[in-house]
Nanobody
Framework: QVQLVESGGGSVQSGASLTLSCTAS????????MGWFRRAPGREREFVAT????????TYADSVNGRFTISRDIRSNVVSLQMNNLKPEDTAVYYC?????????????????WGQGTQVTVTT
């Protein structure tokens, strides 16, 4: 069983930056894609970003492309999400997820394990 623990959430003003981290309990996730999703109040969970098993392939949702950067440190088993120029519409609970294979896309069914989430609140 893989456990994913997110950290780094908080409350910031519009235009600020935050970095979320996700630590996996088992090294086996280094062979899997990793992703970030988010759920805003009253909305369905949505895809944010994903990174391939070696960190060589990344994909972003249009809403965050150019502002967010996903990265991973395989040795420490940590996946990060650098979020710049945050907007109020980025307010959500952010979830880390481990893919079922080396590459994964935006569909939730491509991810096998999920963290509990970390809250990000962006105020005007």
């Amino acid at each position: 069983q893989v456990q994913l623990v997110e950290s780094g959430g908080g409350s910031v003003q519009s235009g600020a930056s935050l970095t979320l981290s996700c630590t996996a309990s088992r090294r086996t996730t280094s062979n899997n894609a990793m992703g970030w999703f988010r759920r805003a109040p009253g909305r369905e969970r949505e895809f944010v970003a994903t990174i391939g098993w070696r960190g060589q392939s990344t994909t972003y949702a249009d809403s965050v492309n150019g502002r967010f950067t996903i990265s991973r440190d395989i040795r420490s088993n940590v996946v990060s999400l650098q979020m710049n120029n945050l907007k109020p519409e980025d307010t959500a609970v952010y979830y880390c997820a481990a893919g079922r294979s080396s590459f994964a896309g935006s569909g939730e069914d491509q991810y096998a394990y999920w963290g509990q989430g970390t809250q990000v609140t962006v105020t005007t």
